[in-house]
């Protein structure tokens, strides 16, 4: 196994390669930013996990982003969970990534037993790639069929790269009541090199059904154990074929909601608009992904 750099063993997420084999992966690990973000918004504990979950694939996919720019991910539909949504912004130079998200749902909410249930009928997965000036803008959109977040990330892949992909993910409280997210996934990717090119179909095909079967053995308790380190949980997976580990990315709770901006917002209104939403000559704006007040006065608006 060749490893760069020893990566931290919480909010970090990091890429690999089986060793022979056309596949590839990356296995994600959130402690503290996910549980910051978590506990910002004190959701119902089912709705925390399905956020941490989202987190984590958010993280895990957002990484994938050669350049830097934003990642969204995002659940909606008309059942009584309406919107869950979630972003990366990757800064390249740093091999930084910072997260955030928010959901919003009905009051009386109950865990539901699948996405289709809670999202609704006409739930939707969609996921919006936006780099800037180095690619085109990018949406992917999969109907919420499945039971769970790795039933609809699956099909994501299926339907908008024909990558065969297998995901896994998980969010749970530990024993001090922290939240801890983790997410791995590994793609059958097509082969570019001579040596590539001339492996055998039929070894290749075992190779993957192997590999994804190894993967379906991991225990969530095993991604979420932050004393196993990611390099050795994967070679306890993939120990027989090896594995080879490229530079990892820092990721953390980061939000970009920016008072100028809001500022500027504000100042399109019309006065009656302004008066409407002031409190005592003050407007308060919360910002729905990391809950801070924007406060503005009425009288310095105006001016």
Request: glycine share 8%; charged share 30%.
């Amino acid at each position: 196994m060749a490893e760069k750099s020893l990566p931290l063993l919480e909010d970090t997420c990091l890429p690999f390669q089986i060793e022979g084999q056309d596949i590839k992966g990356r296995i994600v690990r959130l402690g503290p930013a996910v549980h910051e973000i978590l506990t910002k918004h004190n959701y119902p504990d089912h709705v925390s996990k399905l956020m941490g979950e989202t987190l984590a694939f958010t993280a895990l996919i957002g990484s994938l982003m050669k350049y830097d720019g934003i990642l969204t991910t995002q659940m909606k539909g008309d059942g009584s969970f309406r919107v869950l949504v979630s972003d990366f912004h990757k800064n390249s130079e740093s091999l930084k990534g910072d997260i955030r998200g928010y959901a919003s749902f009905d009051e009386d909410i109950v865990a539901g037993d699948s996405l289709e249930e809670i999202f609704g009928e006409k739930g939707y997965l969609a996921i919006t790639i936006d780099q800037g000036k180095f690619m085109e803008r990018y949406q992917g959109i999969v109907k919420l069929e499945g039971e769970k977040l790795t039933d609809a990330a699956e099909e994501y892949f299926r339907s908008s790269e024909q990558l065969p992909t297998k995901v896994m993910l998980s969010c749970e409280k530990d024993d001090d009541g922290k939240w801890q997210a983790g997410a791995v996934m590994i793609q059958h990717y097509a082969r570019n090199t001579e040596d590539e090119i001339l492996r055998d179909e039929s070894e290749t095909k075992d190779h993957w059904n192997t590999s994804s079967i190894l993967l379906g053995s991991l225990k969530a308790s095993e991604l979420l154990d932050n004393s196993l380190s990611l390099q050795n949980l994967l070679m306890r997976l993939y120990h027989e074929s090896g594995i080879r580990i490229f530079d990892h990315t820092n990721i953390a709770a980061g939000c970009r909601c920016n008072e100028d901006k809001i500022r500027t917002a504000l100042t399109s209104l019309d006065l009656q608009e302004l008066k409407d939403v002031a409190d005592d000559g003050t407007i308060t704006v919360t910002c729905d992904f990391c809950t801070t007040d924007h406060k503005f006065e009425l009288s310095k608006l105006l001016h």
